[in-house]
């Protein structure tokens, strides 16, 4: 299936984030949606959060309802609350902060990954000083127009059902028995990844990162762990078409006890507030309360459209996509009638690396938007020969040059090095037994 999805992004190009801007502004049809949200949960550990915003400001003090978006956010704790309550509090503010302020809205879609990438490494960077050993997944959802923007670190879900019936996924699953990839990133880095061993030798339970014994790769916390456990999300950015689609948020309480598909078809056609509760209700009922349970749903729906309809049967429909519809690359032209294609997700950006010099190395035109002189990560000001650049081109200090960046400063320049296994991480690496010396 990853081979097959590799291919498809091959042979598919990405719209544009102009191209869509540009048909929404364009036409008449393309009214900013009307974003209900319902949450519900059950709580067995008291370590699941959410945040809720429906009225943010790209620019404080703008009253335009064009200039607003909304956040949702589940921060799944683990080992104690103290990461997920500090990511609550923190992270957005991070992550704004990392944007450049007096952008247009089209340059701050385009310059919301890498700052989405920036705010989740610095809220980790900034926990580590709390001296708390408590970690937490983040799916962190910003909803701008039509167009939604997705990151995330751990094994929380976000999916999304568009008005069509086709469903996609919109996170990435961080646990390491799920990706070859990461065992291999932290290995290298200097982990230790295996099961748990108990008496004679014999290795039970999921795949774990030692020490500490986490089951995910990336998260926000974990100081116990390693630092090779990298809070670097993946991000994932799409345009929904003006028929609209739901969100479905959820922690792995709701995941270990229902398929995506269980899940839409046990709420759709309810309104979002009664949907949440009868995916906990469904999720508890499979499985008990083993786990905190929560669930965020979020309805994208055409101005004045209260219930979301059943969307239309259609064959296929349990079959979930990795991979988003987008337009065939006969055609090299990025006009906008190569693109115009009714009633489907178009993606718009997609990005899961965990190497943090590749997230931050962003292209032209989208690098202009960034200031130069200043770290990418915490947003301290540099002077022209302190900042380190993320190429590692440099062996000895001497004055920048604009090409050479972007730059961090030190403190964050040694988080990256220890994030990559290039000094020593938090810890030291033991294999974990239960039974034998």
């Known amino acids: 299936m990853a081979a097959a999805?590799?291919?498809?992004?091959?042979?598919?190009?990405?719209?544009?984030?102009?191209?869509?801007?540009?048909?929404?502004?364009?036409?008449?049809?393309?009214?900013?949606?009307?974003?209900?949200?319902?949450?519900?949960?059950?709580?067995?550990?008291?370590?699941?959060?959410?945040l809720l915003e429906t009225d943010c400001r790209r620019v404080p003090g703008d009253r335009d309802a064009d200039a607003t978006f909304s956040v949702f956010a589940l921060f799944d704790g683990h080992n104690g609350s103290g990461a997920a309550t500090y990511a609550k509090e923190n992270l957005l503010d991070n992550v704004l902060s990392a944007i450049p302020s007096d952008l247009t809205r089209e340059e701050w879609l385009a310059a919301l990954p890498r700052a989405l990438v920036a705010g989740f490494v610095k809220t980790d960077k900034e926990f580590q000083t709390k001296a708390h050993t408590s970690g937490t997944t983040v799916t962190f959802v910003i909803i701008d127009g039509w167009v939604v923007t997705v990151a995330s670190v751990g094994d929380s879900r976000c999916i999304l059902e568009s008005a069509e019936g086709s469903v996609y996924y919109l996170s990435a699953d961080h646990r390491l028995d799920s990706d070859e990839e990461e065992v291999e990133r932290i290995t290298v880095s200097g982990g230790e990844v295996g099961r748990l061993n108990i008496v004679g030798g014999t290795e039970i339970g999921p795949l774990r990162c030692w020490p500490?014994?986490?089951?995910?790769?990336?998260?926000?916390?974990?100081?116990?762990?390693?630092?090779?456990?990298?809070?670097?999300?993946?991000?994932?950015?799409?345009?929904?078409?003006?028929?609209?689609?739901?969100?479905?948020?959820?922690?792995?309480?709701?995941?270990?006890?229902?398929?995506?598909?269980?899940a839409l078809n046990c709420s759709r056609g309810l309104p979002a507030y009664v949907a949440a509760h009868q995916i906990v209700k469904e999720a508890v009922q499979v499985k008990g309360l083993r786990d905190d349970t929560t669930c965020i749903v979020i309805d994208i729906?055409?101005?004045?459209?209260?219930?979301?309809?059943?969307?239309?049967?259609?064959?296929?429909?349990?079959?979930?996509?990795?991979?988003?519809?987008?337009?065939?690359?006969?055609?090299?032209?990025?006009?906008?009638?190569?693109?115009?294609?009714?009633?489907?997700?178009?993606?718009?950006?997609?990005?899961?690396?965990?190497?943090?010099?590749?997230?931050?190395?962003?292209a032209y035109p989208i690098r202009s938007?960034?200031?130069?002189?200043?770290?990418?990560?915490?947003?301290?000001?540099?002077?022209?020969?302190?900042?380190?650049?993320?190429?590692g081109i440099l062996s000895v200090p001497r004055k920048q040059h604009p090409w050479d960046g972007p730059f961090l400063c030190t403190s964050c320049q040694e988080k990256r090095e220890a994030m990559e296994g290039k000094r020593p991480s938090r810890g030291s690496s033991f294999r974990k037994s239960f039974g034998s010396e």
């Open 301 to 362: 729906l055409p101005p004045e459209k209260i219930t979301p309809a059943p969307p239309p049967k259609k064959a296929g429909i349990g079959v979930f996509k990795n991979m988003f519809r987008r337009k065939s690359s006969e055609s090299s032209s990025h006009s906008d009638r190569d693109f115009i294609e009714p009633d489907v997700v178009e993606e718009i950006f997609e990005e899961g690396s965990a190497l943090l010099g590749q997230r931050l190395n962003t």
């Open 212 to 262: 500490g014994g986490l089951c995910l790769s990336r998260s926000i916390g974990d100081m116990d762990v390693g630092e090779f456990i990298v809070p670097v999300p993946h991000v994932k950015q799409v345009k929904l078409s003006n028929a609209g689609g739901r969100l479905i948020i959820s922690s792995d309480g709701v995941w270990d006890a229902l398929t995506s598909e269980v």
């Open 369 to 391: 938007l960034f200031k130069l002189f200043i770290c990418a990560i915490c947003q301290v000001e540099l002077k022209p020969d302190e900042g380190i650049s993320i190429h």
């Open 5 to 50: 999805a590799a291919s498809v992004a091959r042979e598919r190009p990405m719209v544009p984030l102009a191209v869509l801007l540009r048909r929404e502004i364009t036409s008449e049809k393309m009214e900013r949606p009307d974003v209900l949200h319902g949450q519900a949960s059950q709580s067995k550990k008291g370590e699941d959060f959410t």
